[in-house]
């Protein structure tokens, strides 16, 4: 774990709000040089604060207008190997993620569909032919909010 301060965390609140600034913008923003405050991003990516940039595409504007929140339950735990669950359920271009988790679940599974039909052909033709998949349960998302998590 790497101590931070409040310019670091600063820094990381700014670039989760947006990741394609520059370090000068970022620290024009704070009233740091952009020398300083590069450096304190490149110390932050060094120590794995920063795992990575990434861009957030819109699903419904490129025509994927539904996600389903999907928890799998595995039907024979020890017959199936959870790596070959895991790697043909990442296999599916519309599964966007796939969780491993503790409850009533095995899996959850992050689904995006063009509509509730196109949903409906993953699950039966994709998600219901995996290795060892038992029972399944789906959520609709409705709405969703972005929270950074927390920082320091």
Known sequence: MIDLDDTDRAILRALVVDATQSAGAVGRALGLSQPATWRRIRRLEEAGVIAGRRIDLDA?????????????KLATKGRVSLEDFERAATAIPEVQTVQHVLGLYDYRL???????????????????????????????????????????
């Open 110 to 152: 992050r689904i995006t569909a063009r509509d509730l039909a196109d949903f409906e052909r993953v699950l039966r033709r994709r998600i219901m032919t995996l290795p060892g998949v038992g029972n399944v349960e789906a959520n609709v998302l409705l709405s969703e909010e972005r929270r950074p998590g927390p920082i320091g």
């Open 60 to 72: 419904e504007r490129l025509g994927f207008g539904v996600t389903v929140f999907l928890g799998v």
